[in-house]
């Protein structure tokens, strides 16, 4: 456990520096930008080369690009220097030709993901996308580039590179505030207003994309091209990919369901003189805010324990396997129930603080603290289910999470098709939000059980028992937070001074206060923890 610790530390604070400049970014391109159709036509542009990129690579990166690696380093007798840059020159031509062919297609790719958008903006949205699509190609080569590295055991530089990125749109935003003034009037919006916005997107992802290649080259790696492709080992990659591509699949089908229903959702809100934005933004911005625990803490002791968790499953080594998974999840537990709970309480607080800003009123970011609220119910059971899906993966197996994926993605449409025909436009959002919770509480309880059944237990019991103390130590920590919260918006309001007294101190005292009781009540992760921070503030 003290090796994870240690592993997911050094990934930690790079993913919190990482994340902290990810949220700045998009304050700033929200500021920029607003949260209504030019708010919706842009982040629907900007999530595209992240879908295609996750169809073709992405999403085999940890379920079968990463073991596929390790495997060759340890069967091949040039420690799989050859089979990883055959890997790098596929995924290069496969990618630059996607990025290609979606610059020619951006526009039926735009109708695909959204509804009711007036034609001026799909004719935006597609013009963005035209501009951000290039991105899947420098996509590619940094995350095979981060996977070489991961098996090396080199995390810092993945985790650091993404700075790089947020840096460069955060200049881009703050220049299109200075020449803009900040508008989200999408009619008004020019062609080289949105060159800056598209172009400069891209650009960030350029530079990421170097940092990791000055990365791997530092750690020894050579690039050749290699067009050998016959006989190499990748024809294992192409059979195990393809199941991972049809979960990626499944769960894109669903990605279009939401996009779609909350786009429809915006635009309605808007007719009915919804005074904020109630559309696919808000629901995005939520969203990205629920991943800061999560890929702050649960992600770093993913990428830790998947290469070990693989060759422990290369050498039938199953009950290492288990204690590495078990250690991974009271970890990761051990600190994302906490984050869960207070998100759940101070949602809005974190949200007026980042986006009530120049073209967002308080009220576009309180409704987006109010989605966040909904999805901290998920971070548990979401965690969760990652960490259960790298069980499977680790023994090669990527069948099991497609199946899974099918039924996760049908369960989650249902559930939001059905809540967006029942509650009014302003409230769907929250609806998708709560779908998304109630999936994976289904989720991670159905996967758990595949997953014990594969390795001979996963100490169901005993995880249990822990985070029931967990939580018993977490709710009076919530309780603290909300004390504070209805003091300081009885006295201060909720704009950004109240909001960061707010978190300042009912996130802050909440957070000592449950590390207190979690040492008394004698969690070995959290004590761990504890013990490993005050060592280094000793030194």
Same mark, same amino acid.
């Given at each position: ?308 968790? $693989? ?15 078990? $250690? ?212």
């Amino acid at each position: 456990m003290n090796r994870l610790l240690r592993a997911g530390a050094i990934m930690a604070a790079g993913t919190m520096v990482s994340r902290v400049t990810g949220f700045l970014r998009t304050a700033v391109i929200a500021a920029a930008i607003g949260t209504t159709l030019l708010g919706d036509a842009y982040n629907v542009a900007y999530q595209i080369p992240f879908i295609l990129f996750d169809l073709l690579i992405g999403g085999m990166l940890s379920s079968v690009i990463v073991p596929s690696i390790v495997r060759a380093q340890q069967r091949d007798p040039d420690g799989g220097v050859a089979y990883e840059q055959r890997l790098m020159t596929l995924a290069l031509l496969l990618l630059v030709s996607v990025a290609t062919l979606g610059v020619l297609l951006a526009r039926p790719i735009i109708e695909l993901y959204t509804s009711d958008l007036t034609p001026r903006g799909v004719e935006v949205a597609a013009t963005l996308a035209r501009y951000i699509l290039p991105q899947i190609a420098f996509f590619g080569l940094g995350a095979i580039a981060g996977a070489i590295l991961n098996t090396r055991d080199r995390f810092a530089a993945p985790m650091w590179a993404p700075v790089l990125n947020n840096l460069v749109v955060i200049g881009v935003g703050l220049t299109y505030i200075v020449i803009v003034g900040g508008t989200d009037d999408i009619n008004e919006v020019t062609a080289g207003e949105l060159a800056l916005l598209g172009l400069g997107t891209t650009a960030g992802i350029v530079a990421q994309s170097i940092a990791l290649v000055i990365a791997l080259h530092r750690a020894g790696f050579r690039f050749r091209p290699r067009f050998d492709f016959r006989g190499s080992g990748l024809g294992e990659l192409a059979r195990l990919g393809g199941w991972a591509l049809a979960y990626v699949a499944v769960y894109q089908v669903g990605f279009v369901v939401t996009t779609n229903l909350a786009t429809a959702a915006g635009v309605r809100a808007a007719a009915e003189g919804a005074d904020y934005g109630a559309g696919w933004t808000p629901y995005n911005y939520a969203y990205q805010l629920f991943q800061l625990p999560y890929g702050i803490i649960a992600v770093s002791v993913i990428t830790a324990m998947l290469p070990r968790m $693989s060759r422990f499953a290369a050498e039938g080594r199953f009950d290492s396997v288990r204690e590495e998974f078990a $250690s991974g999840v009271r970890t990761v537990c051990s600190l994302i129930v906490p984050g869960g709970v207070l998100l759940m309480v101070l949602g809005p607080a974190v949200t007026v603080l980042i986006f009530s800003h120049g073209a967002n009123s308080t009220e576009d970011a309180i409704y987006i603290g109010n989605v966040l609220q909904v999805f901290g119910l998920a971070l548990v059971p979401f965690s969760l289910f990652q960490l259960l899906l790298r069980v499977f993966y680790a023994l090669g197996d990527t069948r099991t999470p497609a199946f899974i994926a099918a039924g996760n993605a049908t369960f989650n449409a249902t559930l939001s098709v059905l809540l967006y025909l029942v509650l009014p436009a302003r409230y769907t959002v929250l609806g998708l939000a709560l779908s998304f919770a109630v999936t994976y509480v289904v989720s991670s309880a159905v996967t758990w059980m595949l997953a014990s059944r594969r390795v001979g237990g996963l100490g169901g019991r005993h995880v249990l028992d822990g985070l029931g103390r967990m939580y018993g130590a977490a709710v009076p920590c919530a309780a603290l937070a909300l004390g504070v919260l209805w003091a300081t918006r009885g006295l201060l309001g909720l704009d950004a001074v109240g909001a960061i007294v707010m978190l300042a101190a009912g996130g802050g005292l909440g957070a000592g206060v449950y590390f207190v009781l979690a040492n008394r009540m004698r969690i070995p992760e959290v004590k761990s923890i504890v013990g490993m921070v005050a060592g280094r503030l000793a030194r």
